[in-house]
Every structure is written in structure tokens, then in C-alpha cells.
């Protein structure tokens, strides 16, 4: 071990390499004992040395040198032209020239501030973007191992059915095994590079932090200017994409014509979400809370405004801000109106000039609208209409838009025996919901609105099962809310809109009651809210949890207070 800087020792002189150090030369970043100041001093008289205590090194700047003048120090910066200038740049004639009228500061000054700036790309690349990394990296491996289960339940799920089949489908079995394995190992292996690649910008961001430290931590202020204050921290910022498992189900069929009845899996991928994951904030306070805000229900709800609309019925409402809400009946016509004058602001028509079945909005602001009878999909942006789906043999009916920018739209086929929920990216289908876990439709053919809960949960009005369907992300049936009782009216649950708000709360309008039922996130009743509701249809919730609620014979929109 070498004595000069081991621990079980104290430092010594670099020249003599015996005597303890006493002296540090801030120059040459030297430490020297007593005696050899002089001979360090002679070995190089070009240099301005700066000898101080041991206790006081680093504390002599040094400046950086004159590209133009060999030797001179440049103690100045010229704040227009980016750069360090020495005395002599100043006095020069063609200096002036060149910078005639541009400010000048001091260099140490200059200094301080870019290290500030150094320092809190360290503080965002150490505090916020490689925890955020670090996250993003056991978000990884834990769907890797969520990657297992699945499989591992859906190896079982083909045993277990094929136990009830003759020696006929051995074959069979081991098929479908075999590419059940082939797809585990394949997104597996793609989920591995992706957390390879997540590893190797952590390491990336490590050693940038290591590198801006030991650039802020000198005196050496060359060192200091070759740093890029922020440059790789914006490119870290950029978050990889997120690779989320879509997994494939048997599809179950009857013993009859073994191979196309036994069943097939359906089709899996690893979709790529690029809004899927967001920059980790930084742990505050406990002064300062935690997100969400707990809201406790009013006791009693308040009618805040009425909105008139003109139309014949009123089908749909949906937020566009706390200030402004689209509305649809039974025509084309779509109307925005603003909230607190109730004044219509803008109307749009369907490029089919058939009547909207449902419609929402974007996170980016945008509305889209099912037409049924077209079997469309469309966005209006800009005031212009783009279809983004179009369907065949199926139609569209309730939609909605997630928190990762993906849409989820009920599909019906056209002779009403089926109806499922589908997750689009733009107009690529990545995920289809329709069984639950023996093989039994979860949705009837009136089911006809859609919304997302903020635990991620789908929850559908299914209005001729009288029921709200709560699945989660991955499309297992969570529960079935079939009503409560007493009901205000004593009639059948009759669900239509549906909305949650910032609790996870889930409310559903019903028609037959004239009420919205409030549920959590579990299912348990809350309450009613009954305040003089008619023919209730429509739902949205605003920001601030205002509930909107679109009354289908007198064409109303009632903005409602209820937390």
C-alpha cells in the first residue's frame, strides 16, 4: 500500500515523499512540507506559484490562459461573445474593434454562476433523473416477473382444458405450450435489452455526476469551462419509451372439431408507450402534503349552474376545461358551450352528418366522437375532423381517452351477440378485453359508456345487464355495482354516463332513479346524488371535481358541487 495515501497514515510531501505535508502550491495542485517550497518554486520559475497552507489549498484561482496573448491570464469575460479575455484583449485596437459596446464581466463572477448552473444539472441528474431511472428500471423487472405469472397462468389454463380432451390433442397442447414459451421467450429477451439499455444510461448519469462533481470541486477553472452546463441532462430527460407485455388468452371453443375448437391464443406484443412514464418528483415536506388532496362528500350536493343547449335531447357531455364543455344530442351537431355564461362558443359537425353515439376528450385537448352508423372513430383537431379508426362488422359506441394519451372504445358486433373493450395507440389495437376468467362475456350488447379511473381501472355502464363493469389494467374483472337499495324512485338500476374523479370515486347516472350513484374504487356504495335530477344521462368531472351531468328530456347540463 503506498504510504503517501493510505489511510493508516499521514499524507506526506510529494517532492521529498517523506516529511508530512505542511504547504500546498495552488498552481500546480502540489502538496510540499516546509523545505521543499523553495525547490518546488525553482524547478519552474515560468510559473506564478501560489504556495499557501496545506488548510487554505484551492483557494488561489487560476485562470485560464490567453488563446491570443501566450501567458497572460484572463481574469476578465466578455458576456456577449462567451469568452474569457486577457488585459491585453482589452487594450488591443482590434479587440475594441471586435467588441466595441460589449459588456464585460468579471471572470470569478462568471465562474460562480456557471458552477451554480453546474451544480443543479448534478442536483436534477442525482435528485430527480436517475432516481427516475431507477424506478423506470424496477417498473421493468417487475413486468418481467408479472411477464412469468401471466405465462405461467396461461401454461395452467391450457393444461387444466385440455384435461377434458382425449389423446387426440396431445399434440394439440404441446403446440400451443411450445408458443407460449417462444412468445415468453422472445418478449423476454426484448424486455432484457430494453433494462440493459435503462442500466446503461444509468451508468451514463452516474458518470456525468462524477464528472460535473470533479469539474465544480476544483479550482481549476479550465477544467470548470470544459463543462457543458445542462447539455447531457436534457438529453436524459428524455425518457425511454415504456414496453408493456401484451398478453395472449386461450380462447377456449367446444370438444366438437377439435383443432379449430380446442382454441388459440390471440395475439400478443411488446407495445411501446412513449407517454408511459413521467420524470420522478422530488420528495418535499410533509408540510406539503401528498397528491391527491383527500376530499370528504358533501352532505349536501349543490347545483353551482344550469346550461341550456337547445338540443331536442341531450345525450353527452364532456370537459374540455374547467371552463368550457362539449355537448351532443340526436343530431350531427356537436356545441361547445362556455360554463360560466352558459354561451355557446363554437359548433361542430360530424363528417357523416350522423349523430355522435359518444364523445370525449383528448389529454391534449382534442374531441373525439364515435359515429356507430359509420363505424368510425374521429379527432377533430384544429376544427378539422380525421378518422382514426374505422371498423369492419363491428360498431363503435362508448369511448374515452386515458391517461397515457391511448383510446378505449366498446365495440359491438353487428348481429349484437358480442361486445368488447379496445385499447387503440392512434389506430393500432393493443388490447382487447371480453371474457373474464371463464371464458363468460363481461359486457352485453348495451353497453354503452367507457371511462378510466385514476388507479388505471376500466369501468363500463352496461345498461342492459343493469350493471357498471369495473376490469383492471390488465382486463380481470375486478367487480360487478348492480345498484342499491333503497333506490330514491324504488325502480331497477338503469346506469348510463359514467366518470370518476381525483378520490377514484366512480359515479353513473341513473335514468330510472333521476340520480347518480356514488361508489369507491372497490365497489361500496357511497351515496345517491339526488338534488331534482331529470331523465339524467351524461357524466363528466372537471379538475376541480365539479360534476356535470346532462339531462336528456329538458336538453340541461347541471354543473354540480359534491365534494
Known amino acids: 500500500m503506498d504510504p503517501r495515501t493510505s489511510a493508516q497514515d499521514v499524507m506526506r510531501c510529494d517532492l521529498c515523499e517523506t516529511a508530512v505535508v505542511q504547504m500546498h502550491c495552488d498552481t500546480c495542485l502540489v502538496n510540499l512540507c516546509k523545505a521543499c517550497v523553495g525547490e518546488h518554486i525553482s524547478t519552474d520559475e515560468s510559473k506564478d506559484h501560489k504556495v499557501v497552507k496545506f488548510q487554505s489549498r484551492k483557494s488561489t484561482p487560476l485562470y485560464p490562459r490567453c488563446t491570443s496573448h501566450n501567458k497572460q491570464q484572463c481574469t476578465m469575460h466578455c458576456d456577449k461573445c462567451g469568452n474569457p479575455v486577457c488585459t491585453k484583449c ?36 442525482r435528485e430527480t433523473i436517475y432516481p427516475t431511472y431507477q424506478d423506470i428500471a424496477s417498473d421493468v423487472q417487475n413486468r418481467m416477473s408479472q411477464l412469468e405469472k401471466e405465462y405461467g397462468d396461461l401454461s395452467t389454463a391450457i393444461t387444466k382444458h385440455g384435461e377434458d380432451w382425449h389423446r387426440e390433442i396431445d399434440k394439440l397442447v ?16 426484448t424486455l432484457q435489452k430494453h433494462l440493459d439499455e435503462i442500466n446503461k444510461t444509468m451508468s451514463d448519469i452516474k458518470d456525468e455526476i462524477d464528472s460535473n462533481n470533479i469539474a465544480t470541486d476544483t479550482n481549476d477553472l479550465s477544467k470548470l469551462f470544459s463543462v457543458t452546463p445542462m447539455a447531457n441532462t436534457c438529453i436524459y430527460r428524455n425518457l425511454p419509451q415504456k414496453l408493456e407485455p401484451v398478453f395472449p388468452k386461450l380462447i377456449p371453443g367446444k370438444i366438437q372439431e377439435l383443432g379449430k375448437l380446442f382454441g388459440a391464443l390471440s395475439s400478443s406484443s411488446l407495445t ?28 349536501e350536493p349543490e347545483i353551482v349552474t344550469t346550461i341550456d343547449t337547445g338540443y331536442g335531447f341531450l345525450y353527452n357531455v364532456a370537459c374540455l376545461s374547467d371552463e368550457e364543455i362539449w355537448t351532443s344530442g340526436p343530431n ?6 362556455g360554463i360560466n355564461q352558459g354561451s355557446l362558443l363554437k359548433s361542430i359537425r360530424t363528417k357523416s352528418r350522423n349523430r355522435p353515439h359518444d364523445i370525449a376528450v383528448t389529454k391534449s385537448g ?18 378539422k375532423i380525421e378518422e382514426v379508426i374505422r371498423l369492419q362488422n363491428w360498431e363503435p359506441r362508448g369511448v374515452c381517452s386515458t391517461s397515457s394519451g391511448d383510446l378505449l372504445v366498446i365495440i359491438g358486433s353487428d348481429d349484437l351477440t358480442e361486445t368488447k373493450v379496445v385499447r387503440y395507440a392512434g389506430s393500432t389495437e393493443k388490447q382487447t378485453i371480453e371474457f373474464d376468467d371463464k371464458g363468460e ?20 355502464s352496461d345498461c342492459e345487464a ?6 383492471n389494467q390488465a382486463g380481470k374483472l375486478i367487480f360487478r355495482y348492480t345498484g342499491h337499495t333503497p333506490a330514491p324512485k324504488n325502480q331497477p338500476f338503469y346506469p348510463q354516463g359514467i366518470a370518476t374523479d381525483s378520490q377514484s ?18 365497489g361500496q356504495f357511497l351515496r345517491y346524488i339526488d338534488c331534482g335530477l331529470s331523465e339524467p344521462w351524461g357524466l363528466c368531472i372537471d379538475t376541480n371535481d365539479n360534476l356535470f351531468v346532462a339531462q336528456l328530456g329538458n336538453s340541461q347540463v347541471k354543473k354540480i358541487k359534491y365534494l
Open 90 to 125: 482589452l487594450a488591443s485596437s482590434q479587440h475594441l474593434g471586435q467588441h466595441l459596446g460589449h459588456k464585460l464581466s468579471e471572470i470569478l463572477q462568471i465562474a460562480e454562476e456557471k458552477k451554480d448552473k453546474i451544480i443543479k444539472g448534478v442536483i436534477e441528474l
Open 174 to 189: 404441446k403446440k400451443l405450450k411450445a408458443e407460449v414459451d417462444e412468445i415468453k421467450s422472445t418478449q423476454l429477451q
Open 272 to 299: 411501446s408507450d412513449k407517454h408511459g412514464y413521467s420524470m420522478k418528483t422530488p420528495q418535499k415536506s410533509t408540510e406539503a402534503g401528498s397528491s391527491p388532496q383527500v376530499k370528504q362528500l358533501l352532505d
Open 332 to 337: 350531427s351537431t356537436m356545441k361547445l358551450y
Open 366 to 383: 382534442d374531441l373525439v366522437y364515435t359515429d356507430n352508423k359509420n363505424r368510425t372513430v374521429n379527432i377533430v383537431k384544429n376544427e
Open 441 to 460: 362475456p363481461l359486457y352485453s350488447s348495451d353497453s354503452d359508456y367507457i371511462t378510466e379511473n385514476r388507479n388505471l381501472d376500466i369501468c363500463v
Open 466 to 471: 343493469k350493471a357498471i363493469v369495473v376490469v
Open 505 to 522: 370515486h366512480i359515479l353513473t347516472a341513473d335514468y330510472n332513479n333521476e340520480c347518480v350513484h356514488i361508489i369507491d374504487q372497490d
